[in-house]
């Protein structure tokens, strides 16, 4: 007698995002396994992440290098100016890049860090005299050449800087990783006289040593990061009496530019993965990252192979958060609209990104500002500056409740929404072998109107994504089954909606 | 014939008698000169001045003697325990005048430097404390424009700063006040040194006392002495007047009879 087949249903799966932990044994199909150029779309289904939409028209400043850096510089009269570093210069402009270095001002390095303040733009980098530009010149100068700068000596050329608490705060300079300088009050460009100063930690790190890597104001906190802990000082509003309020062993910081703000917490990228700071103070522990406790090993693995510069982007408008790995060329993105049950934040992978810098704290635009070769992008539509980049899902090892009977899959059925024209790779495999069958097609372009024609003589529904359900005849048998799904994302957006299997089952191994 | 010639014997033994007479007023006024001028030599003798000494109970002696060329000098001898004590206390008095005179900066600094040292570790306990403090509060290593380090810090600062200038000017006002007690205790020292000195004087008084009664009863001696002894002179000198006188009469009644016999 002929045996029914059973319809599995993987429900929007991976609406958990990547799992490389424990994603195989845990059988989970909320997790993926691999889960490349994607994003989880606010209706938690995994979609293609948008691409790269070019803001640049002429980029010969650039010399064929990519941009590395950007900010974006709100003056008092409400005017924006887009900056950007690259190519050892220092650029204004979005459309067009134009060099604004200091003459006579050697670059050799574009880890800059620029924070806003009191209507001037700050410049940072490690062993460079700070630039700065200002609304009232709109010119960016030497800060030592500003007029009433005073104290701007070598000893703080920091790397880090903040602007808060109405001054700025500065650390980690050639030879001196201990020291925070602050300035005058609201006066960027005064180091010595008036109300600045500056703290020695080297004595207060809860370990007995350790370097700054990064500093942050927070929930009225001045948060001070080191490699391997964190300290946080109450009262920073008067520098001179600001107090130890906490301090967190174990945890630290690999660089200034993985530090987010969420608005109710602070995100930043230690050794041992992504961090909350309200959780770690809450826990006071060193255990393994818990935002990114699905992926910490491949993190790690990123972070011990980086030699380079990290750069990361708070984008609440899209609810993520993204952390660049720039040589590897890698990016991890954690969705931020919820917590899974052991808190982590779901991951997602961005691989092979030509992005170099990532930019969202333009809170009126709205868009997320993307450097890259081509200069300046935002993120918007469906290629790499007309590149198409590969999405790529793959299950988890599935033995759906049995793992020492035989399944046969006989018909796989995804039901996908956008993607029209793009051709789609289905692969299903069997005991972990991802490739035991593939079938590939090609929905067709949704150029018509959901409906056919438009309801009312006009195209309302023309733009409107199109479900793709497609049946794919598969073979072959195992305990354990997997579905991988790819595309060349060229365009247009794909998500997996839903995945339906038949299969039968056979005898017991 | 035998009357002329008596007459002429009475007349000679009459003009003799009256020069016998004559004569013996004569010596009778030498006497009286040659004994005044002995009287007057031992009354010299016996008013003349007599040397004398007063020695005190603690041994101190007092001497006042006559030159040959009659000039008095006086002199005063400590015994050796006043002597002793004298010439230490006038070396302890040049001592503390010695120091009352000297420059006080040095003094001033002593002074300071010892409050200092007395101050110090209680300033060093309460540095401590401020430092663990602020070591505890992650801030030991504050340094600002304002204060230098911290606010604590440079109240601190401060407070030491005003004790130190408190001590200084205490050390000053100890130093000038020291200089007093020690210009006092000069005078003091001074004042005691003269002491034994002080006391042979007042010693001097009950002998020089005696001094003066024996002088005056040697004085009233030497007086009765002259007295009687011109007294004697005088009844001498009055014995012989009226010897001379009766020889004087007898003489010249003598030459006033042999005369009237002559020429009768």
């Avoid at chain 1, 991890?332 to 691989?351: I, K, M, Q, S």
């Avoid at chain 2, 007690?181 to 001074?190: D, F, I």
């Amino acid at each position: 007698m002929a045996q029914e087949l059973k319809s599995i249903n993987l429900v929007a799966p991976a609406f958990k995002g990547l799992n490389t932990e424990d994603a195989i044994l845990a059988q989970d199909p909320s997790f993926a396994e691999v889960a490349n150029n994607a994003v989880i779309d606010r209706r938690g289904r995994l979609a293609t992440r948008k691409g790269i939409a070019n803001l640049s028209t002429t980029i010969t400043a650039l010399d064929g290098e990519p941009v590395t850096g950007i900010h974006v510089f709100r003056d008092s009269d409400g005017n924006t100016d887009t900056f950007s570093v690259g190519n050892n210069k220092i650029l204004r402009g979005q459309a067009v890049l134009v060099d604004y270095t200091p003459v006579a001002y050697t670059i050799t390095s574009d880890d800059w860090r620029m924070v806003n303040f009191n209507d001037s733009l700050y410049f940072f980098q490690r062993g460079y005299e700070p630039l700065v530009y200002s609304h009232s010149t709109s010119l960016v100068e030497p800060m030592s050449t500003v007029a009433g700068a005073a104290g701007v000596t070598s000893a703080m050329y920091g790397n880090e800087v903040i602007g808060a608490y109405g001054r700025l705060w500065t650390a980690d300079f050639t030879g001196d990783k201990s020291t925070i300088y602050w300035s005058d009050l609201l006066q960027g460009h005064v180091w010595s006289g008036g109300s600045s100063g500056s703290i020695d930690v080297s004595e207060a790190w809860p370990q007995g040593f350790d370097q700054i890597v990064a500093l942050a104001a927070h929930n009225d906190f001045l948060i001070v990061l080191g490699t391997q802990s964190v300290l946080v000082y109450a009262g920073a509003e008067d520098p001179t009496t600001m107090t130890l309020s906490d301090t967190i062993t174990g945890v630290g910081c690999v660089s200034r530019h993985t530090v987010q703000s969420t608005g109710s917490d602070l995100v930043f990228l230690s050794h041992s993965g992504l961090r909350s700071l309200g959780r770690t103070i809450q826990e006071k522990s060193a255990s393994i990252g818990k935002l990114s406790s699905s992926v910490t090993s491949d993190i790690i693995a990123v972070i011990d192979n980086e030699t380079e510069e990290f750069d990361s982007a708070y984008y609440p408008e899209q609810k993520f958060y993204l952390i660049l790995f720039r040589n590897q060329c890698k990016i991890y993105c954690f969705d931020t609209r919820g917590a899974l049950e052991n808190g982590a934040w779901r991951a997602t992978y961005w691989p092979d990104s030509p992005i170099k810098a990532l930019y969202a704290g333009d809170r009126i635009s709205g868009d997320m500002l993307i450097g890259y070769a081509g200069g300046i992008g935002k993120y918007d539509g469906y290629t790499d500056d007309g590149s198409a980049y590969r999405l790529k899902y793959r299950s988890p090892e599935l033995s759906l409740g049995d793992t020492a009977q035989l399944k046969f899959i006989k018909k796989i059925r995804p039901t996908l929404v956008g993607s029209t024209g793009q051709p789609i790779v289905l692969r299903w495999g069997y005991d972990f072998d991802s490739s035991s069958g593939s079938a590939s097609f090609t929905p067709a372009a949704s150029g018509v109107s959901e409906f056919g024609i438009g309801e009312f003589n006009i195209g309302e529904f023309s733009s409107g994504q199109l479900a793709i359900r497609k049946s794919i005849n598969a073979n072959g048998s195992g305990s354990t089954l997997s579905v991988t799904l790819e595309s060349d994302v060229n365009g247009n957006e794909l998500s997996i909606q839903e995945i339906n299997m038949l299969l039968l089952t056979g005898r017991s191994l | 014939m035998s009357s002329l010639l008596g007459d002429l014997l009475g007349l000679g033994a009459g003009g003799a008698l009256t020069h016998k007479a004559y004569e013996d007023i004569g010596a009778a006024g030498d006497t009286a000169r040659q004994e005044l001028t002995n009287l007057a030599g031992t009354m010299e003798q016996k008013l003349g001045f007599k040397p004398y000494g007063i020695t005190s109970a603690t041994g101190g002696q007092f001497n006042v003697t006559q030159g040959p060329d009659g000039q008095l000098s006086t002199s005063m001898q400590l015994s050796p325990q006043e002597q002793a004590l004298y010439e230490q206390q006038m070396a302890n008095a040049g001592m503390f005048f010695n120091q009352a005179a000297m420059p006080t900066d040095q003094r001033e600094q002593e002074v300071y430097n010892r409050m200092r040292a007395a101050q110090s570790p209680e300033e060093e306990r309460q540095r401590l404390a401020l430092e663990s403090r602020l070591y505890n509060q992650g801030r030991g290593g504050v340094r600002s424009a304002m204060f230098g380090g911290t606010p604590e810090q440079l109240a601190m600062a401060k407070a030491q700063a005003e004790q130190r200038d408190k001590s200084m000017l205490a050390a000053m006002q100890f130093a000038g006040q020291e200089q007093q007690r020690q210009a006092g205790l000069g005078q003091g020292m001074l004042a005691s040194a003269y002491v034994p000195q002080a006391q042979l004087l007042a010693g001097l008084q009950p002998g020089m006392n005696a001094a003066e009664q024996a002088r005056i009863n040697q004085a009233a001696a030497a007086q009765a002495y002259g007295e009687t002894y011109t007294s004697g002179l005088d009844a001498l000198l009055q014995s012989r007047m009226s010897q001379a006188n009766l020889a004087s009469s007898l003489g010249g009644g003598l030459m006033s009879g042999s005369l009237a016999g002559l020429f009768s």
